[in-house]
Nanobody, 119 residues
């Protein structure tokens, strides 16, 4: 099972980006999906998560600016980022809780996508 993230890039302060992350491979179910980020010298931190049923959770620093959503039919999670700030610059990672035959539930991480916000 792989998570493929895309959509990162360079944007100016106040601009927008949309990240996508799709799960592919052999599995039965995908439960909670989420986005995390890690800036140089910092620990990886939670940005937002979304359950299979659509319940969301956000870091205080992104509330009102970022929106997480998902398409269960496509096993894909999105992160719409608006009103971006330089402090949002980081490598963004997606993850997902996946159920596969023989493995049960486990967490898989995507490869990360760079987001840079210029001032």
């Amino acid at each position: 099972v792989q998570l493929q993230a895309s959509g990162g890039g360079l944007v100016q302060r106040g601009g927008s980006l949309r990240l996508s992350c799709a799960a592919s491979g052999s599995f039965f179910s995908v439960d909670r999906m989420g986005w995390y980020r890690q800036a140089p010298g910092n620990q990886r931190e939670l940005v937002a998560t979304i359950s299979h049923g659509g319940s969301t959770k956000y870091a205080d620093s992104v509330k009102g600016r970022f929106t997480i959503s998902r398409d269960n039919a496509k096993n894909t999670v999105y992160l719409q980022m608006n009103k971006m700030r330089p402090e949002d610059s980081a490598v963004y990672y997606c993850n997902a809780e996946i159920y596969s035959a023989g493995e049960g539930w486990y967490t898989r991480w995507g490869q990360g996508t760079q987001v840079t916000v210029s001032s």
